[in-house]
């Protein structure tokens, strides 16, 4: 008799996973403090204490990677570790001796410490053209460039506040960076180009139609091609209609590139929860470590970082100061791509007071 | 091996180098050295050489793989089928050394040997599979106790934050509701029946740390009713600068309890006398920002639960929304019920309205809130809008003529359910 397939089983309990320090001391946590940047010391109602150490990956790893973690938290962390929502790694140390020689091993393996407090800590991104079918840009590389640009900034709490960059290497966003202090996004800049006679093979007319968020698409107007046109005027290079059709490609090796947006935020702190908002529409791709990219980034955190009061982020530095002055500071122009004019959201953005500055 | 000068040079510079670590595997493994190949030839091209889909999937299941192949297969041969295997995360990314390198061996048995830890909506991502291998691949992953996530319009694996195994704030036990949950689903995880993806996201508090205001469609955000609890004592060593504001993660040594935390209050419902922090607890909007300040001296209350959010996703389709309150207070202990039922509830009122590839929140903007709050049998809440409607335009039903002619207020419960 054939063996049963073992299906529908959901992921392992997460119970055999923890650390018995942890399993003893779970939802009895008193209070944290984080000892240096990338250091976390937790201390229980029963006195006990843990500590984490956090380090940066690059999040596209490989097994080799994987196993030198886990060869680390063999020897320092009883066989436990962790990742955490920003793709760092944690050691889960219970016994405060072995805190010194692990750093010690992480600096000599180059794997740096940090992504606490006050600091940019790692960027969550999505795959980019290493292994993606949409993208207008790299993630991985950009990623790399930013963050050893910045690297001054993950382990050290000198920032007024923590900031959080988040890619997406088009507009599909699967790394979702619409709420983040600084977002970097993959932007095409052509309407797909239809290719009629592939079209009639793979797509579905209909569903294609309905795939364009601003009606642009339609049906052929000779039926005997069984296709579709595009009214590029109204098309905002969003691809959704390539993800329905993939006779629709929208790529262009020299238009497609970065936009950031900046301000965004998901904890309630203070303010609520904001959207990243359009800083600079384009900036050219330019591999492999954009410079552009990196510079306009840079510009941006020093000026919030010698702008900004203390406990701000971006999108608070930039509500007190206005978004007219944010331009002025960081030297970028304002063009008609910045002022929204998609569907519901735009007119919320439209300024009906006189409480601006000149 | 591939020649990739554009590519070396991120292998310098202080932060870890994925192409170093590609290249380490691409010296075992001839389609990590075609990856390099080809991402070199992206570089140079500035455009993708992914085509687009194709379905592939493991036996039954009809989401967790996602079809990969290299429009250059005869140039890199070791990329002509690429899949990804999503594998669906433990609670909060917790692994044994033992668990990991166990996915490790088959992920080497099997696959390139590359992975992401993790993807963004939390799986365990292997990049890198040749059809014919996905079904022993799958066979050997269950075998020790794991299984693929969600893709598609499915279910989307859930993810929690680090909550209670680790956290002072948590206010419920995110793992295990994100465990159960992610179990009660199996079904929709596995086979897309839904107009588009679905996603659950269990955040500890109103810090949010897996954004699941931004980035879930049903978003679990933990909450306290009660007062926030205080240690007068510490809030004087704060004062004294004795302990560093926010566990010693910020810029300042020294807390001005004034200024960086009763000034800052958004609903200035605190204030201090030098000597006594004193909250009105009943004015708090429980926004966090006292509580990261001076986490020794002040922590969330003890009747706590969470808010259930709705409707948040990514631009696409028609532009980006968070997640709205739904529920402003629900209780959260195992087995979750509550909550497991209002997610069938809400995914089948879409399952059944919703367009093609038209997410919850995007429905509801078209069909309005009256009828997905209808529909789902929740009652208006005031916690559900930051300010009423400012045009006349509203409508009037049969069932609110009725209720009227009951006696009934349409705000409650009662007037809400009428026949």
Known sequence: MAEERITDIGPPHYGQFLPPLIKENYGKWKYHEILEPGVLKHVSETGAELYSVRIASPRLVTTLFARDLCDLADKYCGGYLRFTSRHNAEFLVSDKAQLEPLKAELAKMGLPKGGTGHCVTSIVHTQGWVHCHTPAIDASGIVKSVMDDLFEYFGSHQLPAQVRIALACCLNMCGAVHCSDIAICGVHRTPPKVLHDRLRHVCEIPTTIAACPTGAIRPHPDKSLRSVIVNEERCMYCGNCYTMCPAMPCFDTEKGGVAILVGGKVSNSKHPPMFSRLAVPWIPNNPPRWPEVVGTIRRILTKYAEGANKWERIGEWIGRIGWEKFFEICDIPFTYQHIDDYKFQAYDTYRTSMHFKF | ?419
């Open chain 2, 1 to 419: 091996m591939h020649k990739t000068p554009m590519l070396d040079h991120l292998e310098s510079g202080p932060w870890p180098s994925f192409v170093k670590d590609l290249k380490r595997m691409a010296a075992q493994k001839s389609e990590v050295n075609d990856l390099l190949g080809q991402l070199e030839r992206s570089y140079r091209e500035k455009i993708t050489h992914w085509k687009h889909g194709g379905i592939v999937g493991v036996l039954g299941y009809g989401s967790g793989i996602i079809g990969r192949y290299s429009d250059l297969p005869e140039e890199f041969p070791g990329l002509e089928h690429f899949h990804t295997m999503r594998i669906n995360h433990p609670s909060a990314w917790f692994y044994s050394t033992q668990a990991l390198r166990e996915l490790c061996d088959i992920w080497d048995k099997h696959g390139s040997g590359v992975l992401n830890l993790h993807g963004s909506t939390g799986d365990i991502i292997f990049l890198g599979c040749r059809t014919e291998a996905l079904e022993p691949c799958f066979a050997d992953l269950t075998a020790k106790g794991w299984d693929i996530g969600g893709s598609g319009s499915a279910m989307r694996s859930p993810s929690c934050c680090v909550g209670p195994a680790r956290c002072e704030w948590a206010c419920y036990d995110t793992l295990e509701a994100c465990y159960q949950v992610t179990q009660e689903f199996q079904f929709d995880l596995h086979r897309p029946s839904y107009p588009y993806k679905f996603k659950y996201k269990f955040s500890g508090c109103p810090n949010d740390c897996v954004a699941a205001v931004a980035r879930a469609d049903l978003s679990v955000i933990g909450v306290w009713k009660d007062d926030i609890r205080i240690d007068q004592s510490a809030v004087e060593a704060y004062a004294a600068g004795e302990i560093k504001p926010r566990g010693g993660g910020a810029h300042v040594d020294k807390l001005d309890i004034q200024a960086d935390v009763v000034d800052l209050c958004p609903t200035h419902c605190m204030s201090w006398d030098g000597r006594k922090l004193t909250i009105d607890n009943k004015n708090c909007n429980h926004c966090m920002h006292c509580i990261n300040l001076m986490p020794q001296a002040l922590r969330p209350g003890t009747e706590t639960g969470a808010t259930i959010l709705l409707g948040s996703h990514a631009p696409i389709l028609e532009g980006a929304q968070m997640s709205w309150v739904i529920v402003p207070f629900m209780e959260m202990e195992p087995p979750f019920d509550e909550v497991k039922d209002l997610g069938y509830r809400i995914t089948e009122w879409w399952a059944e309205h919703g367009k093609n590839r038209e997410r919850v929140g995007e429905l509801i903007m078209r069909l309005g809130m009256r009828a997905f709050l209808e529909a789902v049998e929740l009652p208006p809440v005031p916690q559900s809008v930051i300010f009423p409607r400012s045009n006349p335009f509203f409508f009037w039903k049969q069932s609110d003529f009725d209720a009227e002619a009951k006696g009934r207020k349409y705000y409650t419960k009662e007037g809400f359910d009428v026949d």
